[in-house]
């Protein structure tokens, strides 16, 4: 089965392909994504981009993951990307996105996780989805607050990025929590 495309008020979230890649270098080459993510690089180079889109595919096909280009406005251009890791055992997921600079603050984050987070639960039918954030990146703790997620706990010193170690607040949503979320 082919990754669905998704579609919210003003977004598209469709799978990568590999002529996105000159793209994706652009949108996701700046310092103060790479300084927020613990797995994004900066610089980000086009073979990164290249690679990383290559294995979208796979990963979609054997229950690992599902990853989408977020894309808006009528020329869809490339906005950020939004994404489930998911543990088929455990019947969960682990929530993950990035905007590029120019659109922060405008609520697309919130509104993309949204609608991965519906899939997840109705599509998937998952029973958990999680996400993490740096401390020093309160604004991605406001979209996973608005997502419903309640917040679990901060691990510290967690992650390692550039040489420091950064402490990591987890959040977490039930299927349960997301359709009594519905009913209100």
């Given at each position: 089965?082919?990754?669905?495309?998704?579609?919210?008020?003003?977004?598209?979230?469709?799978?990568?392909?590999?002529?996105?890649?000159?793209?994706?270098?652009?949108?996701?080459?700046?310092?103060?994504?790479?300084r927020?993510?613990?797995?994004?690089?900066?610089?980000?180079?086009?073979?990164?981009?290249?690679?990383w889109?290559?294995?979208?595919?796979?990963?979609?096909?054997?229950?690992?993951?599902?990853?989408?280009?977020?894309?808006?406005?009528?020329?869809?251009?490339?906005?950020?990307?939004?994404?489930?890791?998911?543990?088929?055992?455990?019947?969960?997921?682990?929530?993950?996105?990035?905007?590029?600079?120019p659109?922060?603050?405008?609520?697309?984050?919130?509104e993309?996780?949204?609608?991965?987070?519906?899939?997840?639960?109705?599509?998937?039918?998952?029973?958990?989805?999680?996400?993490?954030?740096?401390?020093?990146?309160?604004?991605?703790?406001?979209?996973?607050?608005?997502?419903?997620?309640?917040?679990?706990?901060?691990?510290?010193?967690?992650?390692?990025?550039?040489?420091?170690?950064?402490?990591?607040?987890?959040?977490?949503?039930?299927?349960?929590?997301?359709?009594?979320?519905?009913?209100?």
């Amino acid at each position: 089965m082919k990754q669905p495309s998704l579609a919210t008020a003003r977004l598209h979230l469709t799978p990568f392909v590999a002529e996105d890649a000159e793209a994706l270098q652009q949108a996701i080459n700046y310092p103060e994504i790479a300084r927020m993510t613990r797995s994004i690089e900066y610089p980000y180079s086009l073979e990164m981009a290249r690679a990383w889109i290559a294995n979208h595919e796979e990963l979609w096909r054997s229950g690992k993951a599902v990853v989408f280009a977020i894309r808006g406005g009528e020329s869809r251009e490339l906005w950020g990307a939004v994404g489930l890791e998911i543990c088929c055992i455990d019947h969960a997921a682990e929530l993950g996105y990035w905007v590029t600079v120019p659109k922060w603050g405008q609520g697309i984050a919130t509104e993309a996780a949204n609608r991965v987070v519906e899939f997840g639960f109705a599509d998937l039918g998952l029973n958990r989805i999680s996400a993490h954030h740096m401390l020093r990146n309160p604004a991605s703790g406001r979209v996973l607050e608005k997502l419903g997620m309640v917040r679990e706990g901060v691990l510290r010193k967690l992650a390692r990025k550039w040489g420091e170690f950064h402490d990591v607040a987890v959040f977490g949503i039930l299927a349960e929590d997301w359709e009594r979320l519905l009913k209100m």
